[in-house]
C-alpha cells in the first residue's frame, strides 16, 4: 500500500491571509452599522460665539420610579414623600433649577403616578419628563 502522505522537509512559505481578511471586513461592517445607530438621533450645527454669554443657571435633576407595588425611588434610594419634598427643598435653596424624569413600571397605579408628580409639583418641581422605552 502506498502512503497517502509523504513528509516534505519543504518549508511553508506562505500564509493564507483570506481568513484574517474576512474578519476584518465583518468588525468593519458591525463597526459601521453601529456606528450609524449612535448618530442618528444628534443634528449637526454651528453655534454662534458669543463674547458675553448669559449666566447659568445650575439644574439638578430627580430620577424618580415607582414600581409595580406602589413602592418610589429617588435616584435609586427609597424614598417616601416627606423625603422627596426634602430633597427638592433642598436642591432649591441652593439655587438650583429642579426637574424630575419620573419613570413608572406599566402596571403602576395610574394613581401613584398622579400622587408622586403632585408632590413634586407642590415642592416646586415646574419641569417634567416622563421617562418611555423606545420600541
Avoid at 432649591?92 to 424624569?101: F, H, M, N, W
Wanted: proline residues 3%.
Amino acid at each position: 500500500m502506498a502512503q497517502a502522505f509523504e513528509q516534505s522537509d519543504e518549508a511553508i512559505t506562505g500564509i493564507n491571509v483570506t481568513p484574517l481578511v474576512d474578519i476584518c471586513l465583518v468588525l468593519l461592517i458591525i463597526f459601521m452599522v453601529t456606528a450609524s445607530y449612535i448618530v442618528r438621533d444628534t443634528i449637526e450645527v454651528e453655534l454662534p460665539r458669543a463674547a458675553h454669554g448669559g449666566e447659568t443657571v445650575q439644574q439638578e435633576t430627580f430620577a424618580v420610579v415607582i414600581t409595580r407595588a406602589g413602592e418610589r425611588f429617588l435616584n435609586g434610594a427609597p424614598v417616601d414623600d416627606a423625603g422627596l419634598a426634602t430633597a427638592v427643598a433642598s436642591a432649591r435653596s441652593r439655587g438650583a433649577e429642579v426637574q424630575a424624569l419620573v419613570g413608572a413600571d406599566r402596571l403602576a397605579s395610574h394613581g401613584d403616578v398622579t400622587h408622586v408628580l403632585d408632590v413634586l409639583k407642590g415642592a416646586g418641581v415646574l419641569k417634567f419628563a416622563v421617562e418611555i422605552e423606545r420600541p
